[in-house]
């Protein structure tokens, strides 16, 4: 089992699975319109995720959904830092940067965030260094183009379990080459993020192989369209299959799982880990 991810001055301990929840700081977040963009109502919604059992709070200033066009550094900086240092100073959480900006990730762990979360794994300039020098963990996530070209149909000449580790392979080297140790390292295969549904399905089935990096696997499927696509249901009404496929996330060696729906998702969690720990070979 993984040992404790050290997360600034957090332990994140992932010999079971932990739930991360969402925080959108972004005018357009898909699913949740923006309600949360005044700073008490962050606060207050991160309260909520954290007392229904949220082990993470990612936090994101720049929406990368399809289409998203990015933001200027200081508009993201301005949108996430207030956030940030709020609920470290008033909530003690352990908080996610879920950004690609060299600038947010090295003021926000100078605020106290404990894990970064690049959906680009690193690839922005200044980004490999910034992480590495902030000493802190960092999830590297599979995505093939930019939220405004990843969707525009997307093809892979491999199966997609294949092109997703090739990925972590050339990433986990680069980022071991700037010093940034392996064991910092938390991997997600990016569901929704360049992919088809069928894509996104296949990976989600064949999971199972990129436990081989020997690294905690991460995954954000919540209120996706790959949900959506196959039950026909709109962004409200997603939960139920939100819960199945995190329940299979779990089931495939996924430790953590990044919801808008806190709760429900930590019994899913919960149910599916005791289920697992009994009689499941060691
Ligand atoms: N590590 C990690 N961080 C994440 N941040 C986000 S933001 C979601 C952007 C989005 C929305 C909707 C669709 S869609 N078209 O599939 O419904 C795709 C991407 N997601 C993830 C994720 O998974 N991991």
Redesign the pocket.
């Known amino acids: 089992a993984p040992h404790p991810l050290r997360c600034g001055r957090h332990q994140l301990d992932l010999s079971y699975p932990r739930v991360m929840g969402i925080l959108n700081v972004t005018p357009d977040s898909?699913s949740d319109g923006g309600r949360h963009n005044a700073l008490d109502d962050a606060l207050r919604h991160a309260e909520r995720m954290l007392a229904e059992g949220a082990a993470v709070i990612?936090i994101?200033g720049e929406?990368?959904?399809?289409g998203a066009t990015p933001v200027s550094p200081q508009e993201e900086l301005d949108r996430v830092l207030p956030v940030v240092e709020r609920l470290v100073r008033e909530l003690d959480a352990l908080v996610s940067l879920?950004t690609s900006q060299p600038q947010v990730m090295r003021e926000a762990a100078s605020l106290g965030a404990g894990m970064i979360?690049d959906?680009r794994g690193l690839r922005w300039p200044g980004a490999l260094e910034a992480a590495a020098v902030s000493g802190l963990p960092v999830?590297l996530?599979h995505m093939v183009g930019e939220p405004t070209d990843m969707?525009l149909s997307p093809h892979y000449d491999m199966p997609i379990e294949d092109a997703v580790a090739a990925f972590f392979e050339t990433r986990i080297a680069e980022c071991e080459a700037a010093g940034l140790r392996r064991d910092r390292l938390v991997l997600?295969p990016?569901?929704?993020?360049g992919k088809r549904v069928e894509h996104n399905l296949r990976l989600l089935n064949r999971m199972q192989q990129l436990t081989d990096f020997g690294l905690p696997l991460?995954?954000?499927?919540s209120r996706?369209?790959?949900i959506?696509k196959v039950l026909a249901r709109p962004v409200e009404e997603r939960l139920p299959g939100g819960l199945a496929l995190a329940t299979m996330a779990v089931e495939r060696g996924a430790r953590i799982v990044?919801v808008h729906d806190v709760g429900p998702t930590v019994d899913a969690v919960n149910m599916t880990w005791a289920v697992l720990q009994e009689g499941t070979d060691a």
Do not use: A, E, I, Y
């Open positions: 898909f990612d994101g929406s990368t959904r399809p879920d979360n959906v999830c996530m969707q997600d990016g569901f929704g993020f991460l995954v954000g499927m996706k369209s790959m959506g990044r």
